[in-house]
């Protein structure tokens, strides 16, 4: 039969603008959580993680939001560039194990 | 360069097959992980390593085994081998036994059944 591909929601910005990814994590007892980037045949890379007792860490032009009420979590990135095109997905921790998303593409036009 | 080291990069090979997938950690990380990423299901988490031991185990199906050797490297066994075990398979190497660490990647291996 006919596969199904994984869906991917998509964010396409220009180059310079600010990007803003969302992710809504599914365990209130998860502790930490990181971001990572994943290009195009390669394996995912660590951009930022956050503990649960934060709300905001602060990278080199990134930025991650944890909103342990609503258990959402953003990752912002300022004055994208076209080397951030990727796939972008958020990873939660709990029982030991990290549980990932299903990511989010993001397309940097120039 | 995550400094996590994966053989082969590619492999394919037929139904009914056994294949092994070795992963070399950074140096001084103790735990491994495994995980596949295939197009319908995206990354899942099969199974860890710490120091030897396995610790934790996710989605891995009875086919599937790992060990982790005295120097630290694993390898990931997959037998009877099915056209849906196609996929990308990471190793991710981290300092820490528990999950609240960062975990660091390797390139993958990608697995190509026919």
């Known amino acids: 039969g006919e596969s199904v591909g994984l869906h991917l929601p998509t964010l396409s910005v220009q180059e310079g603008d600010n990007s803003i990814i969302n992710c809504a994590y599914s365990n209130s007892a998860s502790d930490y959580f990181i971001w990572y980037k994943q290009e195009s045949g390669k394996g995912p890379q660590f951009i930022i993680d956050i503990r649960s007792n934060m709300d905001k860490r602060q990278g080199q032009r990134v930025t991650v939001l944890l909103n342990k009420t609503v258990k959402h979590l953003s990752l912002q990135i300022a004055a994208t560039q076209p080397g951030d095109s990727a796939v972008y997905f958020c990873a939660e921790n709990s029982n030991y194990k990290l549980t990932f998303g299903k990511g989010t593409l993001l397309t940097v036009n120039p | 360069d995550s400094g996590v080291t994966q053989t082969p990069k590619h492999l394919i090979t037929a139904t009914g097959q056994r294949v092994t997938l070795r992963c070399s950690p950074r140096?001084?990380?103790?735990?491994v992980y495994w995980y596949q990423q295939s197009l319908d299901q995206g990354l899942q988490f099969l199974i860890q390593?710490?120091?030897?031991?396995?610790?934790a185990k996710g989605n891995i199906l009875e086919r599937f085994s790992a060990q982790q050797f005295p120097d630290l490297h694993s390898e990931l066994n997959l037998s009877s081998l099915e056209l849906g075990d196609s996929a990308l398979y990471f190793c991710?190497?981290?300092?820490?036994?528990?999950?609240?660490?960062?975990?660091?990647f390797g390139p993958g291996t990608r697995l190509t059944v026919t």
């Open positions: 390593y710490y120091n030897g031991e396995e610790r």
């Open positions: 991710a190497s981290s300092p820490s036994i528990s999950g609240s660490y960062e975990q660091y």
């Open positions: 140096s001084g990380d103790l735990s």
